[in-house]
């Protein structure tokens, strides 16, 4: 089985995986990260973004509040996971059969990991 978006290689499908999760987050949050790059690897998709806390939120940080504002994304992201995973299955063509999030204050870092469903024995690895 041809994989849907072979044609269009892995640099634009992690491209529009990185654009599209700064508009989630933008959308829910009010600010999207400055900088995201994505990664894909055979059964693996890894969003890792920079530069994304609101300025409320770092100042919750300056004030000692960082284990809240760390509370407030987790549950920020658990309410976006449906998006994420939507959009990875998207432009991948392949089900996620796991994702994970989590995000780091100093320095202001978040990661997204997806784990693809494996690409039967026999079928063509993707292209991207």
């Known amino acids: ?4 978006t072979a044609e269009r290689g892995r640099g634009e499908v992690a491209s529009a995986i990185s654009t599209r999760t700064v508009q989630v987050m933008h959308e829910h949050t009010g600010r999207g990260p400055t900088k995201a790059r994505t ?3 055979r059964d693996f998709v ?3 973004m920079e530069d994304s ?3 409320a939120e770092r100042n919750l940080v300056e004030s000692g509040l960082a284990e809240k504002v ?3 994304r987790h549950d920020f992201q658990r309410l976006m996971s449906e998006e994420l ?3 990875v299955e ?3 063509g392949r089900k996620v059969r796991a994702f994970m999030s989590d995000n780091h204050i100093d320095p202001d870092v978040a990661a997204e990991v997806f784990v693809l469903e494996p690409v ?3 079928d063509e690895t993707p292209s991207y």
């Open 46 to 48: 890894t969003v890792v």
């Open 53 to 55: 806390l609101t300025h």
């Open 1 to 4: 089985m041809q994989d849907p």
């Open 120 to 122: 039967p024995e026999g």
């Open 39 to 41: 990664i894909i690897d």
């Open 70 to 72: 760390l509370e407030t």
């Open 90 to 92: 998207a432009e991948t």
């Open 85 to 87: 995973i939507g959009l």
